[in-house]
């Protein structure tokens, strides 16, 4: 299995507090995504990294920033959490941009009340 | 854009026989391809992939047959197991490094 690590594994908080999501990798892949999966809608990309520092917007990235200051970390912050964004969240990495599989992490469940 | 679809949302098969999963993508520019399986709780695990230059590729107890022509992939099993009872997705590639997913298939292996 590939080496990644979401942590927690799971959360319960209220809503409009911030929220950080790790996800860290010892695979020393150059590439890393955030994705959100929900009934009816499958998986869906958050975010993504290219590498320390450069990140870029999936297509349900309103609410959500990242960082990635080291290649093997790659956070996933909530600046102010919302019902909507009650969710689980997978990071995932993989070691080309292109003709490369991505692999996934557990999971993080993510609960605003 | 790309959009992905598999043709049923749930399959049932006996113990010992083979399972096939359905996908079909929109756009005929897309170029990689990837199976993965998702059991409970945990994330989606690789299986198998396959690029457009190819047609069918297999993996252990797994093939993946792709035809472009009606931008349909399969999935097929052999010889189904109770290990294999889980949500399995095709996921697509368009031209950049994001994925497209499909809403999966989940598989229930009757004993």
């Known amino acids: 299995d590939a080496g990644i690590t979401q942590s927690p594994r799971h959360k319960v908080t209220e809503t409009g507090t911030p929220v950080t999501l790790r996800c860290h990798q010892t695979?020393?892949?150059?590439?890393m995504y955030w994705y959100r999966q929900d009934p009816g809608h499958g998986l869906r990309l958050i975010h993504y990294s290219y590498g320390v520092k450069d990140t870029d917007k999936g297509e349900v990235s309103d609410g959500y920033s990242v960082s990635r200051s080291k290649t093997e970390d790659f956070l996933l912050t909530l600046e102010s959490a919302t019902s909507s964004q009650t969710s689980v969240y997978f990071c995932a990495i993989s070691a080309g941009s292109r003709n490369q599989p991505q692999h996934f992490g557990d999971g993080t469940r993510l609960s605003i009340l | 854009g790309e959009s992905v679809g598999l043709h049923l949302p749930t399959l049932s098969v006996q113990e010992g026989d083979n399972s096939i999963i359905n996908c079909a993508y929109s756009?005929?520019?897309?170029?990689?391809f990837i199976w993965y399986k998702q059991e409970s709780g945990k994330g989606p695990q690789f299986i198998i992939d396959i690029r457009s230059n190819m047609d069918k590729r297999q993996g252990q107890r797994v093939t993946v047959l792709l035809n472009k022509t009606v931008k349909h992939l399969s999935l097929q099993i052999a010889a189904t197991q109770p290990g294999d009872s889980a949500v399995y997705f095709c996921?697509?590639?368009?031209?950049?490094?994001?994925?497209?997913f499909g809403a999966g298939t989940t598989v229930t292996v009757r004993a």
């Open positions: 756009n005929s520019a897309s170029d990689y």
């Open positions: 996921a697509v590639f368009l031209n950049d490094y994001k994925l497209s």
């Open positions: 695979e020393n892949h150059r590439y």
